[in-house]
Structure formats: C-alpha cells, structure tokens
C-alpha cells in the first residue's frame, strides 16, 4: 500500500484551500449578479429613510435584468431580461443617464406618461395633489454633535403608498418647477430630502431615468455607521453603530 507523503499531504492542502476560494468567489459572483448586491449611501438626499452610512441589500432580480446587472456592464444586449415594472414608491439604485458609471438611489415617483410638478413644496401628479401631513420634526445631528430640527411630513402616493419627505428650506429652489411629463420607457426619481436631492427634477443632471438603467430595489438596511464613522473601524461599533437600523426594511 502506497503511504502519501508529507509532501503531497501540504500539496493536496493547497490546492483544496485554492478549490474552496474559487468556488466561493463563483458562488459570491453569481449572488451578486442575479440575487443581491451590497450598497452604501453616501449623501443624504434620502434622509430620513436612508442615512449616511448605511449599508443595504439591493434586489437585482426585482425588475429583470439589463447589462447594467453584469459586472463591469459590458453592453452585451438590449433592454432587459424577465423584466417587471417597478411600483410608484420604490426605493430604486439605478445608473446615472448621464453618466452610467455612477450609481444613484432615488424614490420612483413617476411613471410613463404622468405629469410630475411641484407647487410650492407640494407633490402634484397628473395634476392631483400628493396629501402630505405635518409630523414631528426630525432632528439631524451632524458630525460634531449639533443638532438642528428639521420639518417632516408624511406622504402618500395613489397607490396608498407612505413614506416621510424633510422640508429644509420654506421656498426651496425645486418647490415650484415645471411640469414634467414622463417619456415612454423612462421613470421619474425623487429624493426624500427634497431641498437636498439632485434628482429628475434637475433635468441638466439627472433627468428622466430609462428602464434598462434600474440596478434593483433597496430591501433591507443590513449595517449603518454614524456620519463621519468608517465601517471597517470595528474597535469604534460599540458607539459608531447605529443598532436601531440593523435589518430594518427599506420602505
């Protein structure tokens, strides 16, 4: 009977180990290619829903898939694989139309067809006007520690859909615009911190959003860390974690 060699024995080690990283790295592609990807927000044009610092798991099989889905984006085909629309509300990552090498995260607010305006800070769509209700002022603590209130109010799209907007400024640079109306094919993306959101209404920067550029929907808030905090300062989670937000569902 053979005896295998101390030789062999580290050889036949290195090369399992090498197996079991290649197969995870597959596995890990293909999760991150048709099933979730991670995100991180880095601006606070999503407040309060999304907070700098948050990390979030983005559905990428919610809407089907268009090259934007595959690593790198080679421009391999047209339009999109087992697609469906996504729903008025959604909280949407998609590639910037005019630069699609950036990544933006965005609420849809307007679908193919529908006239967007707003009017003096209130939503209107197809000419009807979004209800909105005043709630408790959210207060912003900024690095450093000062903290300033800011107004809030409750939302509800058509479709029954809820969620809170923060109002910074009384007469906002976007809270009378014009009326947009929304092109075949492409969505309309509004941020919840409307006096600090670059978004459709900034037709020069953002503008209409077509399908094929959608990444997926925001989900869950998997980690967060307090603004200025970094992620990978795992001495600092006892206080730089925001555990009140770990696992919670983006809504």
Same mark, same amino acid.
């Given at each position: 009977m ?12 290195v ?27 880095? /601006?606070?044009?999503?407040k ?10 983005? /559905? ?8 934007? /889905?595959l690593?790198?984006?080679p421009? =391999? ?22 630069d ?6 965005k609420?849809?607010i307007?679908?193919?067809?529908d ?7 209130? =939503?209107h769509? &197809?000419?009807?006007a979004v ?12 690095e ?17 859909v ?5 109002? =910074?400024?009384?007469n906002?640079?976007?809270? &009378?615009?014009e ?14 911190n409307?006096?600090?959101?670059t ?9 209409y959003?077509?399908?094929?550029? =959608? ?5 869950v ?14 001495w ?7 555990? /009140? ?7």
């Amino acid at each position: 009977m053979r005896v295998t060699t101390e030789a062999e024995r580290k050889e036949g080690g290195v090369g399992d180990t090498i197996r079991v990283v290649v197969h995870a790295l597959i596995i890990a592609a293909i999760i991150r290619t048709f099933l979730f990807q991670p995100f991180n927000i880095p /601006s606070a044009s999503m407040k309060e829903t999304l907070l700098v610092g948050d990390y979030l798991f983005v /559905s990428k099989y919610t809407y089907g898939y268009s090259y934007f /889905s595959l690593p790198f984006s080679p421009p =391999l085909f047209k339009g999109r694989i087992m697609g469906s629309d996504p729903s008025r509300g959604d909280v949407v990552v998609f590639r910037l139309p005019k630069d699609d090498s950036v990544d933006y995260i965005k609420r849809v607010i307007g679908l193919p067809g529908d006239r967007i305006q707003m009017i003096r800070g209130v =939503l209107h769509i &197809n000419d009807q006007a979004v209800p909105r209700e005043r709630i408790d002022d959210f207060v912003d603590v900024e690095e450093g520690g000062r903290s300033t209130r800011v107004r809030r109010y409750k939302e509800t799209l058509p479709n029954g859909v809820t969620y809170t907007t923060l109002d =910074l400024a009384e007469n906002g640079f976007y809270d &009378n615009t014009e009326i947009y109306t929304v092109p075949a094919g492409h969505f309309f993306m509004m941020g919840d911190n409307r006096d600090n959101s670059t978004d459709s209404r900034v037709l020069s920067q953002v503008g209409y959003v077509p399908y094929q550029n =959608l990444i997926g929907r925001a989900e869950v808030i998997f980690f967060s860390v307090g603004e200025g905090e970094r992620a990978w300062q795992f001495w600092r989670w006892p206080w730089s974690v925001r555990w /009140s937000r770990l696992f919670s569902i983006v809504r």
